[in-house]
C-alpha cells in the first residue's frame, strides 16, 4: 500500500534494514511522550475523516505528523519478497501445472508481512529516491505433485543440495503524480526475474479504507528465462483496512484476481471471501487452474470456467494454509488434498541492504535517516519538521524544473509510467542489479536530485 496513509508493513519484522537505518538519539536531546494506540488511532481517524468521499487519498497525498508514522521508508516494506525462497522456485517444475502451482506458492507468501503484522503507515516516498537489497537463501523448495511427475519429484519431496541463492532487487520512485514506484527483481542464478509498476488508488468509507491498483499497477510480471521466457502476469485483488472504529486495525481481501501464463495457455481465478455464515470473518480464497485461450481471455469468474478445461482447484485459507486438488472435480470430492502451503512457520526473510556510508543521499535508509532516528528517539516534534522539509523540498525543485520547463527522468529505469505495466531498466539500472548481486555497493551520484 506503497504512498497511501494507511500501508500495511508489519512493523515487527527482523530485518537486516532495521539495523542499519538506526543511530543513537543525542544525549541532548528532548524526549517526549509516546503516544498510545488509543491516541494515535483517534488522531488518524480525525484526520481521514476529513477526506469522505474523496476519490483517490493516495493522489492526494496528505502529511501525518510522526508519531503516527513506523520509522520506515515506504519503498523499503513495499516489495513482494517476504519470502524469496517461494520465488526462486516457481520455474523448478518440467511441468507447465508444476509451474503454475509455483506461481501460487509465490504469491501466498509475496505479503507475508501483513499476514504476520499489523498494519501501520511508512513515510511517503519521495521523488527519485529509491531503495536496493540482496536476499541470501536456501533453494530447498520441492516441485509440485502433477498428473505427469515423475514419482521422485512428489509434493514432498526434498532437493539434492540445499544451495545458497542470491535475489537481488531494486526499486525508484519514478513519479509524484500520480504516486508510481517501479521494481525489478533478479536472479540470475535460476534465471527468474519479475517487474512491475506499484501505485495505488484508496477511498474512506468512513468505516474502512479499499485499496485498488492504480492505473498503472498492472500487476507484477514475472520472466522464466529458463522456460523459454515464459511471462505469468499475476494481477492485484482489492484489499480493506478495517477497524479503524474499534482501533484495531486489520486487512481483509475481498475480490477477485487472475495469473496468466499466455505461452503455456494456463490461467488462474482466485477468488477471496472475506465473510462466511453469520458475518464470521473466514479469510477464505478459492480457486480453479484451468487451459484458456490468451487471444480471447474472457472467464471472469470461478463458475463461469469450463469443467473440461480444469486442470486443478485451490481451496484455504490465505492467512493459514493452502491446498490443491488434481482434475476437475469439486474439492470436496477429492480424497487427495495437496498442500501448496502453510503460512503459520513462516516469517519474512531478513534483507541485506548497503552499509549506510556506501548508500547515495536519495537512498531510502539514508535519505530518511534524519526522521528516522528523531522517531525511535521519540523527538516527534522533530522528526515532524524534518519531514516537513524534506516534502518542502520536493515541491521547491518541482517547481524550479516547471520554470525550466524540464521533466524529470529516473535514473534506473526508463520511464516514469512507461512502458505499461512492464518498466524496462536504464544501463545505471542493470549495472546496479550486477553490482547488487556481487555485493559491489558503489554507484556514481546522481547528477541531479529530485528531492534533497
Known amino acids: 500500500m506503497a504512498d497511501l496513509a494507511p500501508d500495511m508493513a508489519h512493523a515487527g519484522s527482523t530485518t537486516s534494514s532495521k539495523d542499519n537505518s538506526r543511530a543513537a538519539t543525542p544525549a541532548s536531546a528532548a524526549v517526549e511522550k509516546l503516544p498510545d494506540d488509543s491516541s494515535k488511532f483517534k488522531t488518524f481517524l480525525?484526520?481521514?475523516r476529513r477526506f469522505i468521499g474523496v476519490s483517490d487519498l493516495a493522489a492526494v497525498r496528505f502529511s501525518l505528523p510522526a508519531q503516527l508514522l513506523e520509522p520506515r521508508p515506504n519503498l523499503e516494506y513495499w516489495h513482494y519478497l517476504d519470502r524469496p525462497d517461494t520465488f526462486i522456485s516457481i520455474g523448478d517444475s518440467d511441468e507447465d501445472l508444476g509451474r503454475m502451482l509455483g506461481c501460487l506458492r509465490f504469491w501466498f507468501t509475496k505479503d507475508l508481512k501483513y499476514v504476520k503484522g499489523k498494519p501501520c503507515k511508512p513515510y511517503n516516498s519521495t521523488l527519485g529516491e529509491f531503495f536496493r537489497c540482496n536476499w541470501k537463501i536456501e533453494d530447498t523448495h520441492p516441485t509440485f505433485k502433477t498428473p505427469n511427475s515423475a514419482p521422485s519429484s512428489a509434493a514432498n519431496s526434498v532437493k539434492g543440495e540445499n544451495k545458497t541463492v542470491t535475489v537481488s532487487y531494486l526499486t525508484e520512485q519514478t513519479s509524484h503524480h500520480p504516486p508510481v514506484?517501479?521494481?525489478?527483481v533478479d536472479c540470475p542464478e535460476k534465471g527468474v526475474s519479475a517487474?512491475?509498476?506499484d501505485q495505488l488508488s484508496a477511498k474512506f468509507t468512513g468505516t474502512s479504507v479499499r485499496v485498488v491498483a492504480g492505473a498503472h499497477n498492472l500487476g507484477i510480471f514475472i520472466n522464466l528465462k529458463n522456460r523459454d521466457n515464459e511471462e505469468y502476469q499475476l494481477t492485484h485483488p482489492a484489499a480493506y483496512l478495517g477497524g479503524l472504529l474499534r482501533g484495531s486495525l486489520n486487512v481483509s481481501v475481498a475480490d477477485t484476481c487472475y495469473i496468466t501464463c499466455p505461452k503455456t495457455g494456463l490461467k488462474v481465478?482466485?477468488?477471496y471471501q472475506e465473510e462466511g455464515w453469520l458475518g464470521r470473518s473466514q479469510n477464505k480464497v478459492?480457486?480453479?487452474?484451468f487451459k484458456y485461450d490468451p487471444s480471447n481471455d474472457s472467464t471472469m469468474k470461478i463458475k463461469d470456467?469450463?469443467?473440461k478445461d480444469v486442470l486443478a482447484r485451490i481451496e484455504g485459507c490465505w492467512q493459514d494454509k493452502i491446498y490443491y486438488t488434481l482434475g476437475s472435480k469439486p474439492f470436496t470430492k477429492v480424497s487427495e488434498k495437496n498442500l501448496i502451503i502453510d503460512l503459520n512457520p513462516l516469517d519474512p526473510v531478513a534483507k541485506i541492504v548497503p552499509p549506510l556510508d556506501q548508500q547515495l543521499p536519495n537512498e531510502s535508509l539514508k535519505f530518511w535517516d534524519s526522521v528516522t532516528n528523531a522517531i525511535v528517539g521519540k523527538q516527534f516534534s522533530l522528526a515532524t519538521n524534518l519531514k516537513t522539509e524534506i516534502e518542502e523540498k520536493q515541491r521547491q525543485k518541482a517547481a524550479e524544473r516547471k520554470e525550466a520547463d524540464k521533466?524529470?527522468?529516473?535514473?534506473f529505469f526508463t520511464g516514469a509510467v512507461t512502458p505499461v505495466g512492464r518498466p524496462d531498466l536504464t544501463k545505471d539500472?542493470?549495472?546496479a542489479l550486477k553490482g547488487l548481486h556481487v555485493e559491489n555497493y558503489q554507484l556514481q551520484p546522481n547528477q541531479e536530485y529530485a528531492a534533497f
Open 46 to 48: 480525525g484526520i481521514l
Open 181 to 184: 514506484s517501479a521494481f525489478y
Open 195 to 197: 517487474r512491475g509498476y
Open 269 to 271: 481465478i482466485l477468488e
Open 286 to 289: 478459492l480457486g480453479v487452474i
Open 305 to 307: 470456467v469450463p469443467e
Open 407 to 411: 521533466e524529470w527522468k529516473p535514473r
Open 429 to 431: 539500472g542493470e549495472e
